[in-house]
């Protein structure tokens, strides 16, 4: 794979999104510019457009300020500075809000070459350093773990990851090159909030989560104290100057995550998980998000999506949604398994031909509602 060699100008000016920046593979060299903040300035309009996922909602469209959206960047470069990349090599699109600032901008706050690369099939860069970030999408992990002769070649490298619950092989990944050469700084936030929070880890169990310096705990809409101290599940509503804000709205004083935390004290947190993506069934409280995890550790199929529903009889349950591999059905799948990882049969199993996904992996909304066959009974 070739990678173009493009000018600042060539890929801050088509705007974010554009097919020829994100399409094909490039590199930049923001080491070679002599004023990178004037050259941000330059290029880039004041005000800066992102849409929502549309995983959990219609697609919305969110304004954020160059200068919030420069602020933010260089928070980012400095979670990875204490590694001293010489180079960033990115796989995020820079069409959200992850992928323009990690993309796009980090590199120019670091001031260090930058590859891009669009797919998972071609040649990984050659960028003459010992020490490199790499900025993920959920697929980039089983390409690292299938690419580890590279891997190694590097004296140090930090992912940089942001979007879905980390899959499997990230620990996996950690395993094969080892704390000594390897970490994950791992970034929570959205399109409408930006970076909230980040933690950073190289073995074992991820850490606790820490604050972005410019972000506060704010107490919920009920009035819920966020500082009511461990063993407390709250809501995560946050303060942030980098707010976006709609379209001829103003900036929100505050704004809920959605998220349900408990608080260590008042700059970290443990995350339990998404409010819509935490049901009781018989009971006992799941998190989908893990359980979706463990589930494609067990299960032979091509993706999966556990999905809440509301069943009239018995109130909040689980719908599980598998895309078959090449050959395979829903007879081959281990409902044993499904059960042991929820703790209860799922409402109902689909088979589908594809789950539709976001570009950092995110079940589009609404979820494949219409399955190609029945649902099978369970």
């Known amino acids: 794979m070739a990678y173009q060699k493009l000018t600042p100008e060539d890929v801050l000016t088509p705007g974010l999104g554009a097919p020829d920046v994100t399409d094909r593979a490039w590199h930049v060299r923001w080491d070679e510019v002599p004023d990178v903040p004037a050259v941000i300035d330059g290029l880039l309009p004041p005000v800066l457009d992102f849409h929502t996922s549309g995983s959990t909602g219609p697609s919305r469209r969110w304004q954020r300020g160059r200068a919030a959206a420069w602020q933010e960047a260089g928070m980012l470069a400095g979670f990875l500075r204490p590694d001293a990349p010489g180079a960033v090599v990115s796989f995020a699109p820079p069409v959200h809000v992850y992928g323009a600032l990690a993309t796009l901008l980090v590199p120019a706050r670091l001031g260090v070459p930058v590859w891009y690369r669009p797919g998972y099939i071609g040649a990984l860069p050659d960028t003459g350093q010992r020490r490199i970030a790499v900025v993920a999408t959920p697929w980039i992990f089983s390409l690292l773990l299938r690419h580890l002769d590279w891997v190694r070649s590097f004296e140090r490298v930090t992912v940089l990851y942001s979007s879905a619950m980390l899959p499997a092989e990230a620990g996996a990944f950690l395993k094969e090159a080892g704390p000594e050469r390897a970490a994950i700084v791992e970034l929570l936030g959205s399109t409408e909030t930006g970076g909230i929070a980040?933690?950073?880890?190289?073995?074992?169990?991820?850490?606790?989560?820490?604050?972005?310096?410019?972000?506060?705990?704010?107490?919920?809409?009920?009035?819920?104290?966020?500082?009511?101290?461990?063993?407390?599940?709250?809501?995560?509503?946050?303060?942030?100057?980098?707010?976006?804000?709609?379209?001829?709205?103003?900036?929100?004083?505050?704004?809920?995550?959605?998220?349900?935390?408990?608080?260590?004290?008042?700059?970290?947190?443990?995350?339990?998980?998404?409010?819509?993506?935490?049901v009781k069934v018989n009971g006992q409280r799941i998190n989908l998000d893990e359980a979706e995890h463990a589930l494609r550790a067990r299960l032979d199929c091509a993706d999966l999506a556990l999905v809440p529903v509301s069943d009239p009889m018995i109130g909040e349950h689980v719908d599980l949604y598998v895309v078959p591999r090449p050959g395979g059905g829903p007879d081959a799948l281990d409902l044993s398994a499904v059960r042991a990882v929820l703790g209860a049969r799922p409402r109902a199993v689909h088979t589908v031909p594809d789950l539709k996904r976001s570009a950092l992996g995110k079940l589009q909304h609404p979820a494949t509602a219409t399955p190609t066959e029945p649902g099978i009974a369970t």
């Open 198 to 278: 980040m933690r950073r880890w190289s073995e074992g169990e991820p850490p606790a989560w820490t604050l972005f310096p410019d972000v506060a705990f704010a107490p919920g809409e009920d009035g819920t104290d966020p500082g009511t101290g461990p063993g407390t599940a709250v809501p995560l509503v946050i303060r942030s100057p980098r707010l976006a804000t709609r379209p001829g709205h103003p900036a929100p004083a505050a704004w809920p995550t959605g998220d349900l935390v408990e608080p260590l004290d008042d700059r970290s947190f443990r995350l339990l998980g998404r409010v819509g993506r935490l």
